[in-house]
């Protein structure tokens, strides 16, 4: 089984920064693309940023040049950096792995974060 346990969210002032942390955990083999989604109220998650195992990027564009997503392959985690955050970037933040058990491929979710901008 694999867990993935997300930390970091809370409540922040517009144009501050948090750092969002993903770790996956458990009998994992690799891990390919990594990313981050995001679910505001009464929206449909969507995309916030993917990150493949060979580090390339790729971004939502309400979210490009002020969030930064990496991994550390050592410690099988995914990092979102927010910065210049606003007030629509509340939502409940998930990450997502493909995670390579064996010689099969899983597709995991964690449980969710919650990030609150507002003054």
């Known amino acids: 089984q694999v867990q993935l346990v997300e930390s970091g969210g809370g409540l922040v002032q517009p144009g501050g920064s948090l750092r969002l942390s993903c770790a996956a955990s458990g009998k994992i083999s690799s891990i390919n693309s990594m990313g981050w989604y995001r679910q505001a109220p009464g929206k449909q998650r969507e995309l916030v940023a993917v990150?493949?195992?060979?580090?390339?990027?790729n971004y939502a564009d309400s979210v490009k040049g002020r969030f930064t997503i990496s991994r550390d392959n050592a410690k099988n985690t995914v990092y979102l950096q927010m910065n210049s955050l606003k007030p629509e970037d509340t939502a409940v933040y998930y990450c997502k792995s493909h995670v390579l058990v064996g010689r099969y491929e899983y597709l995991y979710w964690g449980q969710g974060t919650q990030v609150t901008v507002s003054s």
């Open positions: 990150i493949t195992v060979g580090s390339s990027t």
